[in-house]
């Protein structure tokens, strides 16, 4: 007998035909399993349907949509021990390239039919779920400025040309930043905290290696000093996603850690995979393991640091935890 699916199917992701996309996951999928389909709505979405699957204890769930959809569905699932498929069909797929998923329908769905599970790692931020990554400053700014009917128009452009726009009005600002065992000052434009993340998120790129299974979360300190330097620091990052090579300007500093508190000032914005969500300060904690989904393995890295050339860094270690 064929296991149980159920598919959470966004109508109005990404630029092609909704009817012809069912269809041809489908066609892949029903062969091998018992597929019971549900649309996301307006007013029910991924997280609901999701939820829904989870008591009526389906043996899989799958999402296809956009990244918003994507996210949901796995907040949904995660914390049970129900395995998510992931077939994307957004504008920029983040949530299955830094997975390593493939995001064409064919290729997603046979990850499904024939790739291994893996438990990944989940967050919360401010008590809300984050599965990629979290934005603050310059990132939350851009991601407010690319607007649906940008995203609808240009695509993945949408994001470049909001940055541009964004270096216009680059301003820094003060940071505190509070590890399990330390607490670091700077003054940043942006910090960025992530979970899992593509190499088109280039401020998350100081590493060059975000590990979205090794119960910890990835920071990167982008500190330029003006418009121009910001230009530099961002094409850098692009080439350390690239290269996989960790990020050597001293404008740019990076670290992981399981937890952080982070303050600013200003207060800076916030967005949380891909939405603007508030304000700082933020409370970040991260959930190993928490999430089974299908998908190839990655290879491991090594754990890197580094924070020296940051302007007006001052670092102060914390006596160590009693348990």
Same mark, same amino acid.
């Given at each position: 007998?064929?296991?149980?699916? %159920? ?7 990404? +630029? ?23 649309? /996301? /709505? ?23 949509? *956009? ?5 949901? =569905?796995? &907040?949904?699932? #995660? ?29 997603? %769905?046979?990850?499904?039919? +024939? *790739? ?5 790692? &989940?967050?919360? %931020? ?15 700014? /851009? ?44 003054? =940043? ?16 790129? *100081? ?15 982008? =500190? ?23 990020? !050597? ?14 303050? #600013? ?20 904690? %991260? ?14 890295? !090594? ?21």
């Amino acid at each position: 007998m064929n296991r149980s699916a %159920c598919l959470i199917f966004n109508p109005v992701a990404g +630029q092609g035909d909704p009817e012809v996309d069912l269809a041809a996951i489908r066609a892949i999928l029903e062969p091998e399993m018992a597929l019971d389909i549900y649309l /996301t /709505t307006e007013e029910l979405g991924a997280d609901k349907l999701a939820q829904e699957a989870v008591e009526r204890g389906v043996e899989t769930i799958i999402a296809s949509g *956009g990244d918003g959809t994507l996210s949901a =569905a796995a &907040v949904a699932v #995660a914390g049970t021990d129900i395995p998510l498929g992931i077939i994307s069909r957004g504008t920029a797929n983040a949530f299955a390239v830094a997975l390593g998923i493939p995001d064409t329908i064919d290729a997603a %769905c046979r990850t499904i039919l +024939q *790739g291994v599970t893996r438990n990944v790692d &989940v967050a919360y %931020c401010n008590d809300l779920p984050m599965i990629l990554l979290t934005g603050i400053g310059f990132e939350a700014e /851009t991601v407010e400025r690319a607007d649906r009917e940008a995203k609808k128009r240009f695509g993945i452009m949408a994001y470049v040309l909001a940055g541009f726009q964004e270096l216009r009005e680059l301003e820094s600002f003060d940071v505190e930043i509070e590890t399990e065992d330390k607490i670091i000052k700077t003054s =940043a434009s942006a910090v960025t905290v992530a979970n899992a993340a593509p190499p088109t998120s280039v401020l998350a790129q *100081g590493p060059a290696g975000i590990i979205y299974d090794d119960g910890l979360l990835d920071l990167t300190i982008v =500190a330029p000093n003006s418009k121009a330097g910001a230009i530099a620091a961002t094409y850098h990052l692009f080439q350390s996603a690239s290269s996989g090579n960790a990020a !050597e300007r001293d404008d740019i500093g990076y670290l992981r850690a399981k937890q952080f508190k982070i303050t #600013a000032d200003p207060p800076q914005k916030v967005v949380i995979d891909g939405e603007v969500v508030g304000k700082t300060p933020v409370d970040i904690k %991260c959930l190993p393991a928490a999430l089974k989904i299908f998908v190839p393995s990655a290879p491991e890295e !090594e754990l890197v640091e580094k924070l020296e050339g940051l302007p007006n860094l001052t670092i102060e270690l914390k006596e160590p935890a009693e348990d």
